[in-house]
Nanobody, 120 residues
Framework: QVKLVESGGGLVQAGGSLRLSCAAS????????MGWYRQGPGLQRELVAR???????DYADSVKGRFTISRDNAKNTVYLQMNSLKPEDTGVYYC??????????????WGQGTQVTVSS
């Protein structure tokens, strides 16, 4: 089992910044893509950004130029730097990864979510 623990959410005014962190723990053999999803009020969960082991990144159009995803492979940790936040960025942000524990197939894992609220 891989456990993902997020931190860094909170309340911020529009135009402000937040940095989310997500650390993976467990008897991990490999972690492949890591990413962040969000679910706004009354909306479906959507991809925000993801990053491969090699550092290739992919962003939702709505966050390009404002958010930056990065990872520290040695620490099994992924980060999301969020700048120029807008009220529409409000939601629960979930960490996600595809990972393999020792002697097991690759599965996808989710964190418990961290609330981000952007006030206007």
């Amino acid at each position: 089992q891989v456990k993902l623990v997020e931190s860094g959410g909170g309340l911020v005014q529009a135009g402000g910044s937040l940095r989310l962190s997500c650390a993976a723990s467990g008897v991990i053999a490999n972690i492949y893509a890591m990413g962040w999803y969000r679910q706004g009020p009354g909306l479906q969960r959507e991809l925000v950004a993801r990053i491969t082991t090699g550092g290739n990144t992919d962003y939702a159009d709505s966050v390009k130029g404002r958010f930056t995803i990065s990872r520290d492979n040695a620490k099994n940790t992924v980060y999301l730097q969020m700048n120029s936040l807008k009220p529409e960025d409000t939601g629960v942000y979930y960490c996600h990864c595809n990972a393999q524990i020792v002697f097991s197939p690759v599965y996808e894992y989710w964190g418990q979510g961290t609330q981000v609220t952007v006030s206007s």
